[in-house]
């Protein structure tokens, strides 16, 4: 009774779209890592500073419409009255960044959604969850106080850039040691799939009709090399 198992031919296809993943991969990290150097300077960041702001604008305006809905239906209450004349002040700073992102009105936004959740916050009954629910809001607000353009940011913009550059030039290093190291290693990987395998024997030495031994023949030249008793 006999099993050849036959020369393996290496990965092939599967080492063909593993190289192109790597390659891809890497291509992909050294574009971002490029761009994210290219695009350190300074008056590039102020522009994307001002979209940025506006998309705040957007957002701010965003969150503070369900608190218009919630304090419109509950104002018959103290805590509805306040909910509704905080959230409609927060449109109206949310519309002023959208039209307007200089640092004034950027200044004022921020203040105003890191005060009003704090405000919230003490009068709340169930502060835990109050605290949640402002979340957002004291978010936007920080995000707003680092970022707004203008000559407080000068410093906060010089350190942006710095970060841009270096993180782009981490990333292009990287992504080309990842494409070196994992070329390197999918090559070895299918050297070693390559390897030819041995045939594998399996004989009744004792004639009784039952396997017993398997023998190998390692280099494949038909004679066995090794044999080693079978077990089920």
């Known amino acids: 009774m006999k099993k050849e198992v036959s020369k393996n031919k290496g990965m092939g296809d599967y080492g063909k779209n593993a ?3 790597i390659v891809v991969t890497a291509l992909i990290g050294i574009i971002i890592g490029v761009l994210m150097i290219a695009l350190a300077r300074t008056d590039i960041i102020v522009k994307v ?3 940025t702001m506006i998309v705040v604008g ?5 969150v503070n419409i369900p608190g218009i809905i919630t304090g419109a239906m509950n104002t018959g209450e103290k805590e509805g009255v306040l909910t509704l004349v905080w959230s409609v002040i927060g449109v109206l700073f949310g519309i002023l960044l959208i039209i307007n992102q200089g640092p004034v009105i950027s ?9 009003m ?9 169930d502060r835990k969850a109050q605290l949640r629910a402002e979340l957002p809001r004291l978010i936007l607000g920080l995000v707003i106080a680092i970022l707004f353009p203008g000559t407080l940011a000068d410093g906060a913009i010089a350190v942006l850039c710095w970060i841009l550059r270096i993180a782009g030039i981490v990333l292009t290093l990287l992504s080309v040691v990842y494409a070196v190291v994992g070329c390197i290693l999918l090559k070895k990987a299918e050297k070693e799939a390559a390897k030819p395998r041995p045939n594998v024997i399996y004989a009744d030495t004792t004639g009784d009709g039952k396997i017993d031994t398997v023998l190998f023949d390692d280099d494949r030249d038909g004679t066995v090399d090794r044999e080693t008793p079978y077990e089920k």
């Open 117 to 125: 959740p704090v405000v919230r916050l003490i009068t709340a009954v």
């Open 49 to 51: 500073l001002h979209v």
């Open 107 to 115: 200044a004022m936004v921020a203040l105003y959604l890191l005060i």
């Open 58 to 62: 957007v957002v701010t305006v965003a």
């Open 19 to 21: 190289v192109a993943g």
